[in-house]
């Protein structure tokens, strides 16, 4: 039972403006703000009350945000943990040459161009998806480097020496088998926002019977046998 000396207590720390979580947080005690709110209902507040109150919710509703921000953050960052240890097996599966086959062919068919002369042309600009297309195209097949030919697709303000150089450590195809690089007209005096932007590398590879098997397990995968 709540002592008359408490519930004194409790009025006096209302009419100096202090909330109910803080009238609580105050007298170490637990009471329901319904019932806190029953025996305070008559009081006069001071003066600046309402502002203070706003304050007060704009504050912890600021907290609530960060508070949730936290627990996504959290959540996927457990989420993506979960993922990788589910899926990380995976990555051994393309050391089997059926496979690899498989997913270059679906990388190409995806961002290659089909182009029927004879040869395989790709490009992106995500250093990774280029990576791996070469990688897999040289495991899958005997390749002959000297058939690797380079174009980059950037924009106006970019060192075109650097991009080379960067792309060149990327694919490893000397900077001399690279052509002349295409610069997008609609860029000119307009600078590069992203930073890290590397253009586009297009990557030629001249062997009509490689563009020929990949083309038809294209077709083969499509219709599902």
């Known amino acids: 039972m709540i002592s008359q000396e408490l519930k004194e207590k409790i009025i006096n720390l209302r009419k100096l403006g202090k909330t109910y979580t803080e009238i609580n947080g105050l007298l170490n005690v637990h009471i329901p703000k319904s019932t806190l709110s029953y025996w305070c209902n008559d009081l006069a507040l001071p003066l600046g009350y309402g502002r203070k109150v706003q ?3 704009k504050y912890n509703l600021i907290k609530a945000r960060e508070a949730a921000l936290i627990s996504k953050r959290i959540y996927r960052e457990d989420n993506i943990k979960r993922i990788v240890q589910e899926n990380s097996h995976l990555a051994g599966n ?3 040459k059926d496979i690899a086959k498989i997913v270059l062919t679906v990388l190409y068919m995806t961002e290659g161009t089909r182009n029927g002369n004879g040869s395989i042309t790709f490009g992106n600009s995500d250093p990774s998806i280029v990576g791996l297309f070469l990688n897999l195209l040289r495991f899958c097949y005997i390749i002959d480097e000297s058939k690797f030919r380079c174009t980059l697709q950037c924009r106006a303000d ?8 960067f792309w060149s450590n990327i694919t490893g195809i000397f900077p001399d088998r690279f052509y002349k690089a295409r610069i997008d007209p609609r860029t000119i005096n307009k600078p ?3 930073k890290n932007y590397k253009g586009v590398c297009r990557i030629n590879y001249f062997s009509a019977k490689v563009y020929l098997e990949l083309v038809n397990i294209a077709k083969l995968i499509c219709m599902g046998r």
């Open 158 to 165: 970019q060192n075109i020496k650097e991009l080379e150089s």
């Open 94 to 96: 393309l050391k089997n």
């Open 192 to 194: 590069t926002k992203k």
């Open 55 to 57: 304050e007060y919710n």
